[in-house]
């Protein structure tokens, strides 16, 4: 027996697929809005473990500046007692000067020679005096430089020929010589050695075979 389907066949299939395309499209927008709002959240997240992350590194960055500027602090207190101390070891140093310089000058300073004066400022010493010729002039200048440890580099300034009253007579004078010159000294002490003691002698410029000052 043959069967024929009076019903509207081919639009009840159109309806089906069409409610299957309806359902499928909000299937997809329910999962896309699912997976945005999880990209979302997941992103703000990130960006504010980062934003902590910045927060922490820019504290620390300004504990750092402080911790190098208290360091900066500590450099130039120290520098400055160093300074202190330098200038103080120095002054202990330079206290004796005047005595051996002194007491050098009295063993190379040959006979016919008369010191007036005797300045020193910082490294360089002026000596002024008479003396009865140019040789004993000389010969004074060739004792400061060999002979003595704590001078050095002798240069005469100026020399002239003077009339110097030998007594209460005024015409009763006498020619003698008057001198001025340099002379600069020489660093008499050393850096203290790896237990801590200072050496003395005379410093790197000083020729071979010359003592080192007592005292």
């Not at 509207?8 to 359902?23: G, M, N, Q």
């Not at 030998?166 to 010589?177: S, V, Y």
């Not at 002379?183 to 000083?206: R, Y």
Request: proline share 5%; aromatic share 2%.
């Amino acid at each position: 027996m043959i069967r024929i389907n009076l019903l509207p066949h081919r639009e009840a299939r159109r309806e089906a697929r069409k409610k299957d395309f309806v359902a499928q499209m909000i299937l997809a927008a329910v999962v896309g809005l699912g997976v945005t709002l999880i990209g979302g959240v997941i992103i703000n997240q990130m960006i504010s473990s980062q934003a902590a992350r910045n927060d922490f590194i820019s504290r620390e960055n300004a504990k750092l500046d402080e911790q190098i500027k208290e360091i900066a602090t500590l450099k130039a207190e120290l520098e400055g007692l160093r300074a202190r101390a330098q200038a103080v070891e120095n002054l202990q140093r330079d206290r004796t000067v005047p005595v051996h310089l002194l007491d050098e000058l009295v063993k190379n300073t040959p006979e016919g020679i008369l010191l007036k004066s005797v300045k020193q400022k910082d490294g360089k010493v002026v000596l002024n005096g008479y003396a009865q010729s140019n040789d004993r002039i000389s010969e004074l200048l060739h004792n400061i430089a060999t002979k003595t440890p704590w001078l050095e580099r002798p240069e005469l300034n100026e020399i002239k020929a003077v009339l110097v009253p030998t007594g209460t007579n005024t015409k009763d004078a006498r020619r003698l010589f008057e001198f001025t010159l340099n002379a600069l000294l020489k660093a008499t002490e050393k850096p203290a050695d790896a237990k801590g003691v200072a050496k003395k002698g005379p410093s790197a410029g000083a020729r071979p075979g010359q003592p080192a000052p007592k005292g």
